[in-house]
């Protein structure tokens, strides 16, 4: 349901990142929307995998963190878990879809 986002690292206290120059209560805009499923120009082409922030690269369509090796995201069930940058394709492109009847094993993250 709810996740951190990617942020390019060099934007971090200029407020320029276009995924993070505006308030959330912008309405439908990269710095409130991010994707799960599948592209074809991700760093992880196929699937949108969450990534580490890293400077230089901008992508506003990604889940992210500064934590080194996962991203926190508060679930449908209240519940809040770490999801590694390593979680397979199909398994994170599930978490995010709500509508694909796909069960999710709670070890999968």
Known sequence: MVGEKYLNKDQYLLGQDGGDNESMYIGDNAD???WTGTDNISIAPGYML???DRAGYTNY???GSAHP???NCA???GSVHSITYTIDGPT???L???NDGKA???NAY
């Open 32 to 34: 409130i929307t991010r």
């Open 50 to 52: 969450p990534i580490h």
């Open 61 to 63: 369509n990604l889940f």
């Open 69 to 71: 090796t996962a991203i």
């Open 75 to 77: 679930m449908c069930d």
């Open 92 to 94: 994170f492109s599930h």
């Open 96 to 98: 995010g879809s709500r």
């Open 104 to 106: 999710i094993d709670g």
